[in-house]
Every structure is written in C-alpha cells, then in structure tokens.
C-alpha cells in the first residue's frame, strides 16, 4: 500500500504529538506501514467514532498477527458504511453474518482454524453496543466461557445508531433516544437500568478484558496488540462517540470522547482472568457537566428545573467509578 | 456390514466417516443421541482433528458453523422443532450465503402446545430457506442420505437439510447397511469450497445488496436449486452404483403405474403406506404412492411424469398450514395443475399421533367413493373437538385448550396400531 498522509489534530490535549515522539511509540496508524485495513472511501458520518477506533483496532491486529487477521462483524453501522456490494472498504478477509451471531461465527472460524491445524492465523468478531451487550449477547457470553480463541470488539455508540437512534442496553442515563424521549416527568433513558458488559466479561473468568476510548488512540492500539498476544477469549470495549445520534458537534469526536474519560464516566482499564490489573489514572478530573453539555442528547438535563439532581445522579455515576478503579490519583489537578 | 442399530447412533457413524471438521450441537429431544454419539468419536479420536463445540443455543450451533464453512471446513450439526426455528434467521443466512453445511432435522412437532413427538411442522416452516431438503423413509435411506448430502451441498455450494422422523427413525433400532470409511471415501471427495476467508486472498463475505441486484441475486439461488434436481439424481444414482442399493433421488414410485389413485407423503409413513397399498391392491382397488425424497427442490416435473394418468391423488401430510391446510398438497397441486384429476389433502400423524395402517386403508376407500373434505384430518377425535365448542360458546373463559382436550381424551398414552 502506498504511502497516505494522515493529518492529526490533537490541539488542546495533553496528547503528545507523533511527530514528537520516537518512532517505536508512535501510533501504527501514523506510519507507512500500516495496512489500511478499513480502507478510505467508506460511508461512514463526519466525525465518525466508530470509524476510526475500528481502523485503529484492526491495523493493530493486522501488525500484531502479521497480517494474518480473518474479522467477523455484526449488523450495524460499521457492517453498512464499509460494504455495500460491489463495493468494500475492507482490505482483509471479513465477513457479516448476522446482527446477533458475530461472536459465534468467529467461534466457527476459530474452529475451523483449530481443526485445519492453521496456528498463524488469527479471528476477531466486531459490532456495535446493541450487537454485542443486546441481541449477540447469548454468542457472547458462549464464547467467552468456552474460552474460544477469538479476541472481540465492542464499538460503543451508546445507542442503536444504525436503525436511527434507539435506546440499547449501553445507553447511558438521561440520554435521549428516539425510545427514550425527552418527555415526561423523568425524561431520557431511565436511571439505574442497562449493563456494564466489561464487568459482565470479567465475570467469564477469560484472559483479557479492557476498555479503551478514541481519546486515546496510543492505548488503544496497545490494548489491542496485547489483547492479540494471548490466547482464548478476549474483549476489548471502545467507547466510540456518535455525533449523529449524540447530536454533538462532529469536529469535537475526541473531546467529546476525552471527557467521558477525564469525567470517569468511561474508565480505562485492564483486567485479566477477572481481575482488573491496571487503569489509566484521570489526569485532569472535569465535572461531568463538561462532558454532558456538548451532546444535544443531554439537552433537557439541562433545561429541567429537576437539572441538578438529574446531573448529581450522572455524577454519581461517576464519582461509583473514579472510587471502584481509583482512577483519580494524587497531584492530579481539578480542571472545573 | 449390516448391523442392527439405532437411527441415531447410525448417523452419527457415518457423518463421522464423511470427515466431518467442525460440528457445534444443542441437544433437543429427539436429536440428542446423534449428538451425543458424535461427541464420543470426536473425543476418543475416530474424527480425526474435528471440532466439537457444545454451543449455547441452536442459533450459536448454526452461526458457528457459518463461520467455520466460510473459512473452508465441513461443517455439521443436527437439531429439530424449536430448535431449527430458534436458528432460523441463521437458516436463511446459511441459505442465501450457499455454504455447504449439512444439517440433520429429527423431525418434531413445533409448540404450542408443547410436543416433543413428530411430524414435519419444522422442517416446512423451512422449506424456503434456500436449503435442500431431503427426506429418509427409514434408517438404512437416513445414513445414505447424509453421505449424498456432503457430495451434493458441497457440489453445489448449497447447504442440505436431511430430514428424518423423531423417535419413528432416529430411536428406531433396525438392520443397517452400513458403510465403511474407505468406502465413504471412495464416494465423497474432499471439501474444495467456492470461496473462502483467506488472509492471502481477501473477499469480503456476506456485504450488503441493494434493489438494483438482489432480486437477480435471489433468481440464482432459485436457479441453482432448480439445477439441483439434476444433481440430486444424478448423486443418487452415483450412489447407487458404487454402494448397489438406491437411496434418496428426487422421488420413489411404488405400483404407480396404471395407478388411478396415488398417495403422496414425505419420510418413514411411507412404509405404512406401502403395507395399506399391498392390502388395497389384493381387496382389487388401482393404488400406488410416490415418496418425496427431495422436497426442496420439489421435483415438480418428475412428479407430473409419475401421475399424468392418475384419477386422484391423496397427499398425507405430518404438517399444517393453520388457515389453510396442506403445504405438501400445495407443492402437489402446481405440479399438476394442467392435469384432469383431483387432488386431497389428508392431514395426518401431527405431533407423534400414530398412522396405522388401517386408517390409510379407510381414507384410501373414502376417497375413492366419495372423495374427502378438504383438508381431511385424519383419526380426529371429533367428540372432543366437539365438546371444545360447546365449552367456548357456553363462557368466555372456558379455559385453556390444551388442558380441555386431554381432559376429554382421558389419561395421556401413547396408542399405536388402534
């Protein structure tokens, strides 16, 4: 593949630019040899989260099995934008089933594998929140306690973005939905409902689980190339924001992103064979309003008298998660 | 070497000697045994490097499967009733993706009420998936079945269901030739799939397709099952030759000729059948049947060969299509439709209710004399569908259907040969 500038605009984050940095700790995605494995050209949104974390993701683990990768992918916005038929963004054997069977085809593929006596080449399943913690959840979960050598990917959207926005099993609380209005007395997705499918993976007892976020695509591609050094069943869970059915401003993806981490609503960690084993401290803690206030999907929490409560639940949440992985450390600073 | 056998463990012995690499299985009554004898010979060795995954569900059984077809392996597995429709929206995927995927079907009723005894209501709420579908008649026709079912699917690039009856068949024990693994080899060749997941080589399976081509793209698979007729022949008569008995094909005349009534019925009720026509026939009445054994495709043209001369036709069917009646009498009617006879739907033998020879020979009479209301149920206990309307018209909440009609009945027992 020939070599294909890529532009970084990384203003105003405490990421430090690639160019600036050795050339064995910059990103795979910005070197010539990256294998482009979701291809450009697909028909993904402005802004797209998921675009870019599965294109990071897979050039990963293309470098980390030596371009020895099959993918099985769910239904779901990523399935759609990269093939319509005659047309395909995928540079490597991929294959789309159904919405709710990812997890077990790539258990087919394994399988396969195993029985063909084929050791170098390795499987990863990808979908969408409501392909994975919804409607492929049972796959899921069979996968995981059969230990089957496949390393799955979750794109978190928080939402059903594909069909146009409804409510998922990763939707977060007070967002607005097209099923989960912003009406009533208690408007958005009910507090307290949904599941936390890391956790539910680490209960699986299997060799990897993490968390990652587009905000930080070093890590990113560190968790997969290790997730893609191990054997058995592995999940990775990337938090991906939709400006679409976020209503947020496209060109603030990544802040958007960042700030779900830095408010701990979305914590990046590690754990192994259910024991969490590392996370990345919040360098500059934010309330979660910052975080809230750049998504129209959170609008009425703020336009409700009842806002405060509303946000001191959001932040509840929050603060459950900074205590649960003590993501936030000494010396770090209060960005309010 | 002929061996008295039960229908189960018989297939399962010889999907193991088509080689077999990935087999994902669900138990479901009556499917449990195949799997179960499958598990052992993959786990003591006699499979060679199969994969043998005990799955969560059937749709898991089936999707695992895909993938491991898509990257090139043989793929297996068996399920039945509520099973094969928990799996079907991976039925119709395997279908319209054309991999090669054998699958048994231990045919069973489908709920509710929940009925674990057989008739073929799963395998038609199938029929348009895009799989071929073969039907045994008994256990020796079972396991030459799945043996022609590996050559033909993989042949076609075409996944095949091979249907045999619940229980009646799969916990029959009964005298089976069975073959031996050189000879299983000699007939069918090694997988050598049309397309496959290959990081050397990168396709991308399964995109999505627009109006402007999928109507075409559906036109194929219709046209490869209708060239599957042939194949299906053909396969059989390869068959044939190597193993010198005749199994499967497209269908199975018995005294058809000159016949001016013909009963037409899918799977083991055929031996019945057989045995009344032989009765029929000595009393002085002109009966012969034809056996479907490749119900999709159905062999619309054969079949007309075969009753261009009939008087009428009598399908016996295990099924239902609620609000209609006949599925089977259906696929009978288009195949004649230019022809002057009639044809009757008999309904029959739904969830395990037995078929015995005597009342096929009664419908048979019925049907000659004055013909049949259409559908006939046959052997239905009209005393206690009777006393069921009166209840429903008496009170609203005349309570629950499936608990009233077994109360009218008496105790629950199984009645054979009545």
């Given at each position: 593949?020939?070599?294909?500038?890529?532009?970084?605009?990384?203003?105003?984050?405490?990421?430090?630019?690639?160019?600036?940095?050795?050339?064995?700790?910059?990103?795979?995605?910005?070197?010539?040899?990256?294998?482009n494995?979701?291809?450009?050209?697909?028909?993904?949104?402005?802004?797209?989260?998921?675009?870019?974390?599965?294109?990071?993701?897979?050039?990963?683990?293309m470098?980390?099995?030596?371009?020895q990768?099959?993918?099985?992918?769910?239904?779901?916005?990523l399935?759609?934008?990269?093939?319509?038929?005659?047309?395909?963004?995928?540079?490597?054997?991929?294959?789309?089933s159904?919405f709710?069977?990812?997890?077990?085809?790539?258990?087919?593929?394994?399988?396969?594998?195993?029985?063909?006596?084929e050791?170098?080449?390795?499987?990863?399943?990808?979908?969408?929140?409501?392909?994975?913690?919804?409607?492929?959840?049972?796959?899921?979960?069979?996968m995981f306690?059969?230990?089957?050598?496949?390393?799955?990917?979750?794109?978190?959207?928080?939402?059903?973005?594909?069909?146009?926005?409804?409510?998922?099993?990763?939707?977060?609380?007070?967002?607005?939905?097209?099923?989960?209005?912003?009406?009533?007395?208690?408007?958005?997705?009910?507090?307290?409902?949904?599941?936390?499918?890391?956790r539910i993976?680490?209960?699986?007892?299997?060799?990897?689980?993490?968390?990652?976020?587009?905000?930080?695509?070093?890590?990113?591609?560190?968790?997969?190339?290790?997730?893609?050094?191990?054997?058995?069943?592995?999940?990775?869970?990337?938090?991906v924001?939709?400006?679409?059915?976020w209503?947020?401003?496209?060109?603030?993806t990544?802040?958007?992103?960042?700030?779900?981490?830095?408010?701990?609503?979305?914590p990046?960690?590690?754990?192994e064979?259910?024991?969490?084993?590392?996370?990345?401290?919040?360098?500059?803690?934010?309330?979660v309003?910052?975080?809230?206030?750049?998504?129209?999907?959170?609008?009425?929490?703020?336009?409700?008298p009842?806002?405060?409560?509303?946000?001191?639940?959001?932040?509840?949440?929050?603060?459950?998660?900074?205590?649960?992985?003590?993501?936030?450390?000494?010396?770090?600073?209060?960005?309010? | 070497?002929?061996?008295?056998?039960?229908?189960?463990?018989?297939v399962?012995?010889?999907?193991?000697?088509?080689?077999?690499?990935?087999?994902?299985?669900?138990?479901?009554?009556?499917?449990?045994?195949?799997?179960?004898?499958?598990?052992?010979?993959?786990?003591?060795?006699?499979?060679?490097?199969?994969?043998?995954?005990?799955?969560?569900?059937?749709f898991?059984?089936?999707?695992?499967?895909?993938?491991?077809?898509?990257?090139?392996?043989?793929?297996?597995?068996?399920?039945?009733s509520?099973?094969?429709?928990?799996?079907?929206?991976?039925?119709y995927?395997?279908?319209?993706?054309?991999?090669?995927?054998?699958?048994?079907?231990?045919?069973?009723?489908v709920?509710?009420?929940?009925?674990?005894?057989?008739?073929?209501?799963?395998s038609?709420?199938?029929?348009?998936?895009?799989?071929?579908?073969?039907?045994?008649?008994?256990?020796?026709?079972?396991?030459?079945?799945?043996?022609?079912a590996?050559?033909?699917?993989?042949?076609?690039?075409?996944?095949?269901?091979?249907?045999?009856?619940?229980?009646?068949?799969?916990?029959?024990?009964?005298?089976?030739?069975?073959?031996?693994?050189?000879?299983?080899?000699?007939?069918?060749?090694?997988?050598?799939?049309?397309?496959?997941?290959?990081?050397?080589?990168?396709?991308?399976?399964?995109a999505?397709?627009?109006?402007d081509?999928?109507?075409?793209?559906?036109?194929?698979?219709?046209?490869?099952?209708?060239?599957?007729?042939?194949?299906?022949?053909?396969?059989?008569?390869?068959?044939?030759?190597?193993?010198?008995?005749?199994?499967?094909?497209?269908?199975?005349s018995?005294?058809?000729?000159?016949?001016?009534?013909?009963?037409v019925a899918?799977?083991?009720?055929?031996?019945?059948?057989?045995?009344?026509?032989?009765?029929?026939?000595?009393?002085?009445?002109?009966?012969?049947?034809?056996?479907?054994?490749?119900?999709?495709?159905?062999?619309?043209?054969?079949?007309?060969?075969?009753?261009?001369?009939?008087?009428?036709?009598?399908?016996i069917?295990?099924?239902?299509?609620?609000?209609?009646?006949?599925i089977?009498?259906?696929?009978?009617r288009?195949?004649?439709?230019?022809l002057?006879?009639?044809?009757?739907?008999?309904?029959?033998?739904l969830?395990?209710?037995?078929?015995?020879?005597?009342?096929?020979?009664?419908?048979?009479?019925?049907?000659?004399?004055?013909?049949?209301e259409e559908?006939?149920?046959?052997?239905?206990?009209?005393?206690a569908?009777?006393?069921?309307?009166?209840?429903?018209?008496?009170?609203?909440?005349?309570?629950?259907?499936?608990k009233?009609?077994?109360?009218?009945?008496?105790?629950?027992?199984?009645?054979?040969?009545?």
């Amino acid at each position: 593949m020939a070599h294909q500038p890529i532009k970084f605009y990384q203003t105003g984050t405490f990421t430090i630019g690639n160019r600036l940095l050795d050339k064995s700790e910059q990103t795979l995605q910005s070197q010539v040899e990256r294998t482009n494995s979701l291809n450009s050209g697909h028909r993904a949104c402005q802004g797209c989260g998921e675009a870019l974390g599965a294109r990071y993701a897979i050039d990963a683990a293309m470098r980390a099995s030596n371009n020895q990768l099959v993918a099985v992918n769910a239904t779901g916005c990523l399935e759609v934008f990269s093939s319509p038929y005659p047309e395909s963004a995928w540079q490597i054997p991929w294959m789309h089933s159904l919405f709710g069977n990812a997890p077990a085809v790539a258990s087919g593929v394994a399988a396969a594998l195993r029985a063909k006596g084929e050791k170098g080449v390795k499987v990863i399943a990808q979908g969408g929140d409501g392909a994975t913690v919804d409607i492929g959840f049972g796959c899921l979960s069979g996968m995981f306690e059969r230990n089957d050598d496949v390393l799955y990917i979750c794109y978190d959207n928080e939402a059903y973005m594909n069909t146009g926005v409804q409510r998922s099993g990763a939707t977060p609380p007070k967002a607005w939905t097209n099923t989960t209005q912003a009406v009533g007395t208690h408007p958005g997705n009910p507090v307290g409902i949904g599941k936390n499918v890391p956790r539910i993976a680490m209960a699986h007892g299997i060799p990897y689980v993490a968390t990652a976020s587009v905000a930080d695509l070093h890590d990113l591609e560190a968790k997969v190339a290790k997730a893609m050094g191990l054997h058995g069943a592995r999940y990775i869970h990337i938090h991906v924001p939709c400006p679409l059915g976020w209503k947020s401003d496209p060109a603030l993806t990544l802040k958007v992103a960042r700030l779900a981490v830095e408010s701990g609503l979305f914590p990046l960690f590690e754990a192994e064979y259910g024991e969490v084993t590392d996370c990345t401290p919040i360098r500059r803690q934010v309330p979660v309003e910052r975080y809230l206030e750049l998504q129209g999907r959170f609008k009425h929490v703020f336009a409700d008298p009842l806002a405060r409560e509303a946000i001191a639940e959001i932040q509840a949440i929050a603060d459950t998660n900074i205590k649960r992985y003590g993501l936030v450390r000494k010396g770090v600073t209060n960005g309010t | 070497m002929k061996q008295q056998i039960e229908g189960s463990q018989a297939v399962a012995t010889v999907v193991a000697f088509c080689r077999p690499e990935v087999m994902a299985c669900y138990p479901i009554s009556p499917q449990t045994h195949i799997v179960e004898t499958l598990s052992q010979k993959v786990k003591a060795g006699e499979v060679g490097t199969c994969q043998f995954l005990n799955v969560e569900s059937e749709f898991a059984a089936l999707s695992v499967l895909i993938g491991a077809s898509a990257m090139g392996a043989r793929a297996y597995t068996a399920t039945t009733s509520q099973g094969l429709l928990f799996m079907a929206e991976a039925v119709y995927n395997a279908g319209g993706l054309g991999l090669p995927i054998v699958m048994t079907i231990a045919n069973r009723a489908v709920g509710a009420p929940i009925n674990i005894w057989n008739d073929h209501s799963d395998s038609m709420a199938m029929r348009d998936a895009g799989w071929i579908q073969l039907f045994a008649e008994n256990n020796q026709e079972a396991v030459d079945l799945h043996i022609q079912a590996f050559r033909l699917a993989e042949e076609l690039s075409c996944p095949v269901m091979v249907c045999m009856d619940g229980y009646i068949l799969t916990h029959a024990f009964e005298l089976v030739d069975l073959p031996t693994q050189e000879q299983v080899d000699d007939y069918l060749p090694p997988f050598e799939p049309v397309q496959v997941l290959d990081p050397l080589n990168p396709i991308s399976i399964g995109a999505m397709v627009g109006p402007d081509a999928f109507m075409e793209v559906r036109y194929l698979a219709h046209d490869k099952h209708i060239r599957a007729l042939e194949a299906i022949s053909r396969t059989s008569e390869a068959f044939h030759e190597q193993f010198g008995r005749m199994s499967g094909g497209l269908l199975e005349s018995y005294h058809t000729e000159g016949a001016e009534t013909i009963i037409v019925a899918l799977g083991s009720v055929n031996g019945t059948i057989k045995d009344a026509i032989d009765e029929l026939r000595l009393a002085g009445l002109s009966v012969g049947s034809i056996k479907i054994s490749s119900y999709r495709p159905f062999p619309t043209h054969a079949f007309h060969e075969v009753v261009k001369d009939a008087k009428r036709i009598l399908v016996i069917e295990k099924d239902l299509a609620v609000g209609k009646g006949g599925i089977v009498s259906s696929d009978v009617r288009m195949a004649v439709q230019n022809l002057p006879l009639v044809v009757m739907t008999v309904i029959a033998g739904l969830g395990g209710r037995a078929i015995p020879k005597s009342s096929i020979v009664r419908i048979v009479r019925e049907a000659c004399l004055e013909g049949l209301e259409e559908p006939h149920f046959l052997d239905l206990n009209w005393n206690a569908v009777n006393d069921e309307f009166v209840r429903q018209q008496k009170k609203r909440r005349s309570g629950l259907i499936p608990k009233n009609i077994p109360g009218d009945v008496g105790p629950f027992k199984l009645k054979v040969g009545q």
